[in-house]
């Protein structure tokens, strides 16, 4: 049973960067698919990006495409996604999330969850 952790969250100014962190323990990390939702307040859990267990296949949803970027240090069992040029909209919890397989995710859920971690951006 892999276990996950975030980190990284806060508050920030619009148009600034974050970068959360997520550890995971208990598992082959390499042998996950690994990814990032978030529920803004009073919204639905949203889809935000994902990368393959090695790395090299990478996906984001439209609304954060060219400011996101989801990475993952497989030798230190970690996710990152790196957050620029914030907006108010992105504000939300964030939670790392990992599937069964190392090669295909699915936007509309995960197999296992971290707690989460608050992003705030004002304006």
């Known amino acids: 049973q892999v276990q996950l952790a975030e980190s990284g969250g806060g508050s920030v100014q619009a148009g600034g960067s974050l970068r959360l962190s997520c550890a995971a323990s208990?598992?082959?990390?390499?042998?996950?698919?690994m990814g990032w939702f978030r529920r803004p307040p009073g919204k639905g859990r949203e889809y935000v990006a994902a990368?393959?267990?090695?790395?090299?296949?990478?996906d984001y949803a439209g609304s954060v495409k060219g400011r996101f970027t989801v990475s993952r240090d497989n030798a230190k069992n970690t996710l990152y996604l790196q957050m620029n040029s914030l907006k108010p909209e992105d504000t939300a919890v964030y939670y790392c999330?990992?599937?069964?397989?190392?090669?295909?995710?699915?936007?509309?859920?995960?197999?296992?969850w971290g707690q989460g971690t608050q992003v705030t951006v004002s304006s």
């Open positions: 990368t393959s267990g090695g790395g090299g296949v990478t």
């Open positions: 999330a990992g599937w069964q397989s190392a090669s295909h995710f699915y936007v509309e859920s995960a197999d296992f």
């Open positions: 208990g598992g082959t990390f390499s042998s996950h698919a």
